[in-house]
C-alpha cells in the first residue's frame, strides 16, 4: 500500500528565512505533485515533478524529486507572509488510472 | 473559465436524509475524481471516473454511490447520511493519459455537516 508522509505536518516561521518541507512516499512512483490550499478555500496546483531529479522553481517556491530515494522536497527561500498556507504532497501511483495517495498536509504559518 | 463547479456550498443534514452533491466540469476532462477532506487532515479518494460510463471505487467508498452518464457530471450520491460523513468534499478532474501528467483541477468544495 503506498504510504505518503510529511513533515512537518506544522511549521511557524519569520519571514525573511528558508525552510524545506519533505515528502516520502512508500512505493515507486515517477510523479510527484505539490498543491496549495488556504484555510477554507480548494487546492491549487503548484507543481509537477514527472522525473527523477526534477527541479521546479516559482518565485520563492522550488520543489525537486529524487525518486531513488522516494523523497521530494519544497524549498521556501526567503519567506513571505503570503505563503502561509497548507501544502500538500500528493504520488501517483503506477498503473492507477492518475489516483493520487495524499500527504496528511504541512501547514506553514509565516510570521511578519 | 468555470473549470469544476461544486454545488451545493455549504449543507447541514439530519442523520438519515440522503443528498446528491453535484459536479461539472467544461474542459473536456476524461477523468473525475470525488474527495473527501476531514479536519486537518489530506484527501481520502471515495470514487473515481475515467470516462463517461466507467466508475470505480476509491480508498473510501462506503456510504458513497456515483455516475457518470456524461463526460461533464459526476454527481456523489450520500445514502442514508450518518456524522462519520461530517466532511469538506472536492471534485476534481484531470485529462488524463492523452494530455500526459497534467494535475488535477479541483472545486471549491462542500461543506457537509451531519447532525
Not at chain 1, 9 to 23: A, P, R
Not at chain 1, 98 to 111: E, F, P, R, V
Not at chain 2, 21 to 43: A, E, F, I, S, V
Request: charged share 20%; glycine share 8%.
Amino acid at each position: 500500500e503506498l504510504k505518503v508522509e510529511q513533515n512537518p505536518l506544522f511549521l511557524s516561521m519569520q519571514e525573511g528565512k528558508n525552510y524545506t518541507i519533505y515528502c516520502n512516499y512508500s512505493t515507486t512512483s515517477d510523479r510527484l505533485y505539490w498543491y496549495r490550499q488556504d484555510p477554507g478555500k480548494s487546492l491549487e496546483s503548484l507543481f509537477v515533478l514527472l522525473s527523477n531529479g526534477a527541479v521546479k522553481q516559482e518565485g520563492r517556491l522550488m520543489a525537486s524529486l529524487d525518486t531513488k530515494a522516494r523523497l521530494s522536497t519544497l524549498h521556501i527561500t526567503a519567506a513571505v507572509h503570503d505563503l502561509s498556507a497548507t501544502y500538500f504532497c500528493a504520488v501517483d501511483e503506477r498503473d492507477s488510472n492518475y489516483q493520487l495517495i495524499w500527504g496528511a498536509g504541512t501547514k506553514l504559518i509565516i510570521k511578519p | 473559465n468555470a473549470g469544476v463547479t461544486q454545488t451545493p456550498k455549504f449543507r447541514i443534514l439530519k442523520i438519515g436524509q440522503s443528498m446528491t452533491l453535484q459536479c461539472t466540469q467544461d474542459m473536456n476532462h476524461n477523468y473525475m475524481y470525488w474527495y473527501r477532506q476531514d479536519p486537518g487532515m489530506g484527501l481520502k479518494l471515495i470514487y473515481y471516473s475515467v470516462g463517461a460510463g466507467i466508475t470505480d471505487k476509491g480508498e473510501v467508498p462506503n456510504g458513497y454511490n456515483v455516475s457518470r452518464s456524461t463526460t461533464e457530471d459526476f454527481p456523489l450520491r450520500l445514502e442514508l447520511a450518518a456524522p462519520s460523513q461530517t466532511s469538506v468534499y472536492f471534485c476534481a478532474s484531470s485529462p488524463g493519459v492523452a494530455s500526459g501528467n497534467q494535475p488535477q483541477h479541483f472545486g471549491d468544495g462542500t461543506r457537509l455537516s451531519i447532525l
